[in-house]
């Protein structure tokens, strides 16, 4: 698991059994740690960060985090592995911070009655949902037509129509009178601020982000596996015996092990492409994911 992505499921986590055990003693995490209305007395700058850290209690609402961290694992390991370390924490801190903008903009409007009766929301905003759907947009806008199964449905979908589907279900419940608690703007929100962000970095190829490199990442790996077992030689050729005929026969092994090698790689990036991730065996998904950390 790439490092980032682990730190952030690692703090998320112990940041939701902390409040949980602090709720158990009449501490309220929550309270102080979550994004309040920017009116309201008990809103602090902070919480627009530590507010994405923040999770509803595990023993009344455990789907709430399983959720969240099941996407940022599924989708943000792939996401950072294209992106980069560095680049990716900024966008999920930037994205977390953004939806919490827009969230406290909804909330504006609900004091002003812009859409009804001028309510006050003295509640606190918290959850990782802002990071995880933008994580979401970024995968369907890097991988479009990669195909995801998407439980009921009985057939694989392409990630660009599974981010609109959610997108479309958000800004229905969003401008709905559902009342169900959920920061349904703040989802928004996320997915906002991460369409900007990748329509900037795709217009400025200078910030090591473009559309090509999430098309080519399967083929990324390929090259970076040719290349580290390409070098892994170099280091070991001091090490030969200093006869011709026998180099010879060894450059011939090499070539013949690093195409076999090439080949089962290609066989199963070709499955993937045909089939979707899904389809590979425990075996294959190994072998992939040995052949994308060897550097």
């Not at 369409?195 to 090259?223: A, V």
Request: aromatic share 14%.
């Amino acid at each position: 698991m790439p490092k980032i992505t682990k730190n952030l499921l690692i703090v998320n986590v112990l940041m939701a059994l902390a409040t949980q055990v602090a709720y158990m003693r009449e501490i309220d995490l929550n309270n102080l740690l979550g994004l309040h209305f920017f009116m309201a007395p008990d809103f602090h700058v902070f919480q627009l960060l530590t507010y994405m850290f923040m999770h509803a209690l595990i023993l009344l609402n455990p789907t709430h985090i399983l959720f969240n961290m099941f996407a940022l694992w599924m989708f943000g390991s792939v996401i950072e592995r294209v992106w980069g370390e560095k680049k990716f924490l900024f966008y999920y801190i930037c994205c977390g911070i953004g939806a919490g903008l827009v969230q406290e903009v909804a909330q504006y409007c609900d004091y002003i009655g812009l859409f009804g009766q001028p309510v006050m929301n003295l509640g606190a905003t918290v959850g990782a949902s802002g990071c995880v759907y933008a994580i979401l947009l970024a995968f369907g806008m890097t991988f479009p037509n990669e195909r995801i199964f998407i439980f009921p449905l009985p057939i694989p979908i392409k990630a660009k129509w599974f981010v609109a589907g959610y997108a479309a279900i958000e800004l229905y419940f969003a401008f709905s009178s559902s009342g169900d608690g959920v920061a349904h703007t703040a989802h928004l929100g996320g997915m906002l601020f991460g369409y900007l962000l990748i329509r900037y970095w795709n217009e400025h190829p200078g910030s090591q982000y473009n559309r090509s490199r999430g098309e080519e990442f399967f083929n990324r790996m390929k090259r970076n596996f040719e290349q580290h077992k390409g070098s892994g030689r170099t280091q070991q050729t001091p090490h030969m015996h200093a006869d011709r005929g026998a180099t010879k026969v060894d450059d011939m092994e090499y070539n013949a092990r690093k195409k076999a090698r090439q080949d089962e790689i290609d066989a199963i990036l070709d499955k993937i492409r045909k089939s979707g991730y899904d389809s590979l065996t425990k075996e294959e998904k190994k072998r992939l994911f040995d052949a994308s950390n060897e550097r």
